[in-house]
């Protein structure tokens, strides 16, 4: 469906809106509408904020530039012929690699019915149409802020599960004298192999000479 929206006498400037994301990211939004006078404002007013945009005009080129690109949002127009973007949804949804984008529908249909199953399909946010460029500007920076907060998340506990690996890995080596072969307790005192695992393996060692020692006796 067609959009309007007058930016005549508003500003896009992110110091003036207030609202600005990091210098060292990049921050991408696919926008999803078969009108393309709907897409290029779209467009438009989002590259005037700083967004990366990538655009697609029906449902499975949306699909196809979700997963080749993995977006930060994904605005979504609901009404498009063929693949509806309710159907949109639930397929970004339904893929691992695309359910964490979220999705902000975007359209002319304001019925409770219609919201709610935007919900239900997965949509964390819409914006009706014609919309208020500042909301829309305002809308998209939140969603696109709470996905990366909740990629580094990730990212952090990833990288937390990779140390503690590395720290379990480490606390399985045991110090052993290259000399004496005594070996160091967790209490930093040094004892010999046999005291060692007699206490901890709960074993009794019987002690003899292998075949070598004995040709060397």
């Known amino acids: 469906m067609a959009l309007s929206a007058s930016l005549e006498g508003r500003t896009t400037d992110p110091k003036v809106l207030g609202l600005s994301l990091e210098p060292d990211r990049d921050p991408v939004v696919l926008v999803v509408d078969d ?53 949109v949804c639930l397929r970004l949804k339904a893929e691992e690699a695309t359910r964490e984008v979220p999705v902000v529908f975007i359209t002319a249909k304001t019925g409770t019915e219609d919201i709610v199953r935007g919900f239900r399909c997965g949509g964390m946010d819409y914006v009706t149409k014609p919309f208020h460029p500042l909301e829309l ?21 990833h990288a937390l599960q990779a140390s503690q690996g590395q720290v379990d890995a480490l606390s ?31 074993v009794r060692l019987a002690h003899g000479l292998c075949p070598d020692c004995i040709a060397q006796a």
């Open 35 to 87: 009108v393309p006078s709907s897409q290029h404002l779209l467009a438009s007013i989002l590259r005037d904020r700083g967004y990366q945009v990538l655009t697609a005009s029906d449902g499975p080129m949306a699909l196809e530039r979700a997963r080749t690109m993995l977006p930060d949002l994904v605005l979504l127009d609901i009404e498009m012929p063929g693949m509806d973007g309710y159907e």
């Open 137 to 157: 500007l305002a809308r998209v920076h939140t969603h696109v802020t709470l996905k990366r907060t909740r990629d580094r998340e990730r990212e952090l506990f």
């Open 172 to 202: 399985d080596l045991l110090p052993i004298c290259a000399k004496c072969r005594r070996v160091r307790s967790e209490d930093g005192a040094w004892q010999s192999v046999e005291d060692f695992l007699q206490e901890r393996a709960e």
